[in-house]
């Protein structure tokens, strides 16, 4: 069985919920606020459970890989997680994004999103040096990812609350 490290990143967004999820289970939209996503190929806009899709994504500096995304899980307004592979030295990916709904004191919706990622390195012996040496471009990844999704989610809330469509 192989050994997983986590790494994530979290940001509380004000914007309510289902603005968040509307941008980030989309995955045509991953390009747009996935830091290291240059494009999606192969996806549906409502990705079913056990349906997979394509990105192309920067390893390192111009070096980039294909990976093939399958949806394992997703909860309403709450989780999905998925399953990857395609990455080099890396046998599997799992990311997740959580969301949880809060309101502040005058009742406005906020979501406080995790975005993060287990994987499981080939380096057996190694991953736990590999982890540590990845740790901080993999959570500065997550924390550019996340102020993106926030604007795209805010500019999602924005267009439905004046009913216009993003």
């Known amino acids: 069985m192989p050994n997983f490290h986590e790494f994530s990143a979290s940001r509380l967004m004000p ?15 991953n390009a747009e606020w996935c830091n290291n996503v240059k494009r999606v190929t192969r996806a549906d806009h409502s990705l079913e459970v056990g349906q997979s ?7 390192l500096g111009p070096w980039t890989s294909i990976t093939t995304w399958t949806l394992l899980s997703s909860d309403h307004h ?4 998925y399953t990857g592979k395609g990455f080099p030295g890396v046998s599997e990916v799992r990311p997740f994004l959580r969301f949880e709904s809060m309101l502040d004191a005058s009742g406005a919706e906020h979501t406080h999103v995790t ?3 287990s994987l499981a390195f080939r380096l057996k012996g190694f991953d736990r040096i590999v ?3 990845l740790r ?20 999602r809330a924005t267009a439905s609350y004046k009913g216009g469509a993003v």
Request: no cysteine.
């Open 53 to 59: 899709f394509e990105e192309r994504s920067v390893v």
């Open 136 to 155: 901080g471009m993999l959570v500065a990844e997550f924390t550019t990812s996340l102020a993106a999704l926030e604007q795209l989610a805010a500019q």
């Open 78 to 81: 709450r989780e999905r997680r």
């Open 131 to 133: 982890a540590r040496l």
């Open 15 to 29: 914007v309510p919920v289902a603005a968040v999820w509307d941008v980030a289970s989309n995955p045509r939209r």
């Open 115 to 117: 975005y993060g990622s």
